[in-house]
């Protein structure tokens, strides 16, 4: 099991910055890789960015690429979401997640979730 614990979230203006925590704990994330999505009102959840835990390239969607930059922390078993240039449509409640192996980009093949953090963007 892998427990998944995020921090971070708030209530922003447009064009500010923002860094989301992700805490894990429980087996050894070495073979996994640690992803960051997010859910909008009204909308499916989406893909943002992720990463392999013990390095390598990271991932991200279009809709964020040169905006958010996806970290990582071994010694703290943390992964953490740098979000700068935020924008209204930004706004969503922001998961971690953890899947073993293989990156994907669809939420429902990722193994394990945290509980979410809201973050929102004001114009």
């Known amino acids: 099991q892998v427990q998944l614990v995020e921090s971070g979230g708030g209530l922003v203006q447009a064009g500010s910055s923002l860094r989301l925590s992700c805490a894990a704990s429980g087996r050894t994330l070495s073979t996994y890789f640690m992803g960051w999505f997010r859910q909008a009102p009204g909308k499916e959840r989406e893909f943002v960015a992720a990463i392999y835990f013990s390095g390598g390239r990271a991932y991200y969607g279009d809709s964020v690429k040169g905006r958010f930059i996806i970290s990582r922390d071994n010694a703290k078993n943390t992964v953490y979401l740098q979000m700068n240039s935020l924008k209204p449509e930004d706004t969503a409640v922001y998961s971690c997640?953890?899947?073993?192996?293989?990156?994907?980009?669809?939420?429902?093949?990722?193994?394990?979730w945290g509980q979410g953090t809201r973050v929102t963007v004001s114009s």
């Open positions: 997640a953890a899947r073993p192996f293989t990156i994907a980009f669809e939420s429902s093949v990722w193994n394990y």
